[in-house]
């Protein structure tokens, strides 16, 4: 139960295969520095003036203004494709209800857009890419950058799920990108300074065109992020380093564009700022999975997102004018069908996804158990609750568990469409337990209060074991009316536990393994699975 499956394939295929991969450090102190925002601005304007996309000096590639003459060679279209939230989302799943294209045809749709250029085309990713699916997981983000790799990506920034295995496997991750990380409000806690695993900004050149991109994240995003993985980070406000940003890649690098590329959603504050600042030409966002386009006021910027799972793609397109400078012309996001796909072709990123399938895929076809039908996010929620209860009671032995809560944001799949085998059931794999738990959440107990019990398992935030109900407005368990003022143990995950919006939060401090073991929640519910043999749907009601 001690992390069988990731250790032993990690250790028998990935680092032999990956050995060669630097690793860049973070400062790694827990005193938070007092740096004033003006302070921020000013060691961002000095970071960003020592980098551009090719890691050059920018003095070196800027030192005159663009005239106007030299802009005759300029294209007339510059077209800049972004994607976000592919959490994984690699092959392609036509039985998902709904369908998922995988890496290679989303990168077969955007090369065959009508809009987009081999040599002028600009290709962006909003972040959270790697953490969702088996392959992704076990190879921890390598077959994703590979991928990437392949389509061609400028630059990207990152989200709260490259957080999920820490900053070393970011750094491995850089390490394996042919494109730059982003973040100019990702920053150390003891020094104030941006860490050194992201630059606050990358200049693209298309031709003699110089494409600025400022990238960044949503500055309340720790919440999303276990608390253990982050604790040298601190997120700050990102609005006005972003504009202070723009306006520099705009007046001091001459750059022609200017897009920002953050892992946020389309209302938050900073969003309704960027749309309105003469600086940005357009902001290409992530996080929270919506396909949105948000045009400004004035008409001349737009906000997009291309919702998750390589379901969709954003594009900017901007125009030439007589003086040759360039404006928004149109703004979208372009999601891809079954049909879109059905003669697709990319050849480079079917190869490495194939590479990895045929390491891993024995692993992940395994059949653990059926079904006898289809489950949803809520069933699968008292399903994933009742095996921490079984491993609890059943494989630790241990009987004074008084409850099972799992967050509701935790459970990422649901097992709907699939065909039935020669039982007439649905077999259920380790590859479909992935998808539904991707984390790399451990199990704990933590002891709380009978009220904090009830609020932990009302509040909408948590799923809960059976074992809790109410009636009347009174709440029990296995029938016995809960006393608010006692004490109970409850089974939880590290995330909630240590996460400051959940009812479970311990003060930062984590919970105890049972018997010191450290146990995933994806493995117990494979075990539990192999006891059942057949999950039957009417066992694992929505509670």
Same mark, same amino acid.
């Given at each position: 139960m001690k992390r069988i499956h990731k250790i032993f394939i990690l250790s028998f295929f990935l680092l032999p295969m990956f050995s060669s991969c630097d690793i860049v450090s973070i400062n790694q102190t827990s005193s938070i520095a007092n740096t004033s925002l003006d302070d921020s601005i000013s060691e961002v304007t000095s970071l960003s003036q020592e980098v551009t996309s090719n890691g050059e000096s920018s003095s070196e590639t800027s030192e005159v203004s663009t005239s106007e003459e030299s802009k005759d060679d300029y294209p007339d279209k510059i077209a800049i494709?972004?994607?976000?939230?592919?959490?994984?989302?690699?092959?392609? =799943?036509?039985?998902?209800?709904?369908? @998922?294209? &995988?890496?290679? $045809?989303?990168?077969?749709?955007?090369? $065959?857009?009508?809009?987009?250029? =081999? #040599?002028?085309?600009?290709?962006? %990713?909003?972040?959270?890419?790697?953490?969702?699916? &088996?392959?992704?997981n076990i190879t921890e983000g390598q077959c994703m950058m590979e991928c990437m790799n392949s389509m061609g990506i400028d630059a990207m920034t990152l989200g709260n799920h490259e957080f999920d295995w820490g900053v070393d496997t970011i750094a491995k991750e850089e390490a394996k990108a042919d494109f730059p990380f982003l973040g100019i409000n990702i920053?150390? /806690?003891?020094?104030?300074?941006?860490?050194?695993?992201?630059?606050?900004?990358?200049?693209?050149?298309?031709?003699?065109?110089?494409?600025?991109?400022?990238?960044? @994240?949503?500055?309340?995003?720790?919440? %999303?992020? +276990?608390?253990?993985? @982050?604790k040298e980070i601190d997120f700050v406000d990102d609005e006005p380093l972003v504009t202070a940003e723009a306006a520099r890649l705009r007046e001091d690098e001459n750059c022609d564009i200017v897009v920002v590329l953050?892992? !946020?959603?389309?209302?938050?504050?900073?969003?309704? =700022?960027?749309l309105n600042d003469s600086n940005i030409d357009g902001i290409f966002g992530g996080h929270d999975h919506q396909l949105s386009c948000k045009r400004s006021s004035d008409q001349k910027r737009y906000f997009l997102e291309a919702g *998750?799972? %390589? !379901?969709?793609?954003? /594009?900017?397109?901007?125009?030439?004018? +007589?003086r040759g400078d360039y404006s928004v012309e149109s703004g979208e996001y372009d999601e891809i069908s079954i049909s879109d796909c059905a003669n697709a072709s990319s050849p480079e990123i079917e190869s490495i996804v194939n590479s990895y399938l045929a390491i891993f895929q024995e692993v992940l076809e395994e059949v653990v158990g059926e079904r006898n039908g289809a489950m949803y996010r809520n069933q699968l929620g008292t399903l994933v609750t009742e095996a921490m209860m079984y491993y609890a009671e059943e494989v630790c032995h241990v009987d004074d568990i008084a409850v099972a809560v799992h967050n509701t944001g935790g459970i990422r799949s649901t097992w709907t469409s699939s065909e039935l085998n020669d039982d007439g059931l649905y077999n259920i794999t380790y590859g479909d337990i992935y998808q539904v738990m991707p984390f790399d959440n451990e199990v704990q107990y933590i002891e709380l209060s009978?009220?904090?019990?009830?609020?932990? *398992?009302?509040?909408?935030?948590?799923?809960?074991?059976?074992?809790?109900?109410?009636?009347?407005?009174?709440?029990?368990?296995?029938?016995?009316?809960?006393? /608010?003022?006692?004490?109970?143990?409850?089974?939880?995950? =590290?995330?909630?536990?240590? $996460?400051?919006?959940? +009812?479970?939060?311990?003060? &930062?401090? #984590?919970?105890?393994?049972?018997? &010191? #073991?450290?146990?995933?929640?994806?493995?117990?519910?494979k075990d539990y699975i192999y006891h059942l043999g057949v999950v039957k749907i009417a066992d694992f009601p929505s509670l």
């Open positions: 494709y972004s994607i976000n939230d592919t959490h994984g989302a690699i092959e392609e =799943d036509a039985t998902s209800n709904a369908y @998922i294209p &995988g890496m290679a $045809n989303l990168n077969y749709c955007i090369k $065959n857009d009508a809009d987009y250029d =081999d #040599e002028y085309s600009v290709l962006l %990713s909003a972040g959270d890419m790697s953490q969702g699916t &088996g392959i992704s920053h150390s /806690k003891s020094d104030g300074k941006i860490i050194d695993l992201v630059q606050p900004s990358t200049i693209i050149t298309k031709g003699s065109v110089k494409i600025g991109v400022v990238g960044s @994240i949503y500055r309340y995003i720790r919440n %999303s992020i +276990s608390a253990s993985k @982050i953050t892992h !946020q959603g389309g209302s938050t504050t900073a969003v309704s =700022d960027y *998750c799972n %390589s !379901q969709a793609y954003d /594009k900017l397109v901007l125009t030439k004018d +007589s009978g009220e904090t019990l009830i609020d932990a *398992c009302t509040d909408g935030y948590n799923y809960h074991s059976k074992d809790f109900t109410e009636n009347n407005s009174a709440y029990y368990l296995n029938g016995i009316e809960v006393d /608010k003022n006692a004490t109970y143990k409850v089974l939880a995950i =590290d995330y909630i536990i240590t $996460n400051p919006s959940s +009812s479970c939060y311990q003060g &930062g401090e #984590e919970g105890t393994p049972i018997n &010191g #073991e450290i146990v995933y929640t994806r493995d117990l519910i």
